[in-house]
């Protein structure tokens, strides 16, 4: 096979010399030389000289040829060194790398894989418990409506992340930009969750000036600030209290603070919060958590080109903003 493949690449180049040499021969025969002992002394030395040069340069291309014609049984046959000469080298350098970006490549699917299905499994159990209290309260004779409300609103709000988490991989084709009324669209969330103030008996509190826009995509946004809003009701304990939502313009940059007076994070989990399936401390408090709502919310900010600034304070709340560059 090797030397099959040779004389292939090197076919043309030997048709090429012959041409050359019977040219040069017709050429002097033309102008009167016509010694035929000189003219086959002269293609003796061309034939020679040519096929020396073919068989070292056979010889110091066979173990490339050996390795590009035989049958591959791992990937990792790509990366043996044969090479001699500098073409089959190069091209040993260009499958080095190209070997290299396949693994990347394997490791980044591999990754977003076992997140998938760590994410699915862990939201799969999270579902089960509103499902399972529904079919508590269709087996009561008389149905509490607010209490099923509630439970369908969590399958929801499970669903939405869901899908959310699936649009994510495929960002940039779910992207639509725009100019944003902040206010309008804060307020949409918040009536959005309503239902989950009132039962938390916690109170927004807006303090955003009219006509302030920023540039975003709506849809994605929502779901930012959504998180934002739904950790801070989620992770305050105590009735009345409040979550501010304000919005600050520093240096020509928009920055929408979301302030609860809530739990807090310890340090030691601040750090961590927006990791994937990172629940933390205050996550196995409620038993509700799946440790993606801030690592969504930071993986979306950050494809929106937005900055998510997050400090707490262990017993006084937690505040999370987001900044919209000029």
Known sequence: MGLRLFIREYGSFIIL??????FLLAVYWLEGFRD?????YALSIVLLLTMSFLVVRYMLRQSYYDKVTATPVKMEDALHKSARTPESKSVEQYMHHLYRIYQFEVQALHVTKDRHDQFMNQ???QMKTPISVIELLLQEEELDGQSMKEEVERLKNGLEMVLMNARLEKFEEDLHVETIDVKQLVSQVVNENKRLFITKRVFPQLDIEDGVTVTSDSKWLKFVIGQFITNAVKYTFEPQKKVYITVDQQQGDVLLIVRDEGIGIPKSDLSRVTKAF???????KTGESTGMGLYLAQEVSTKLGHELLITSEVGVGTTVTLRFGQ
Not at 17 to 22: K, M
Not at 278 to 284: P, Q, V
């Open 17 to 22: 010399q012959l041409i050359i040499t019977i």
């Open 36 to 40: 035929l002992a000189t003219a086959f």
């Open 123 to 125: 939201w799969v159990h």
């Open 278 to 284: 990172f629940t933390g401390e205050n996550g196995r």
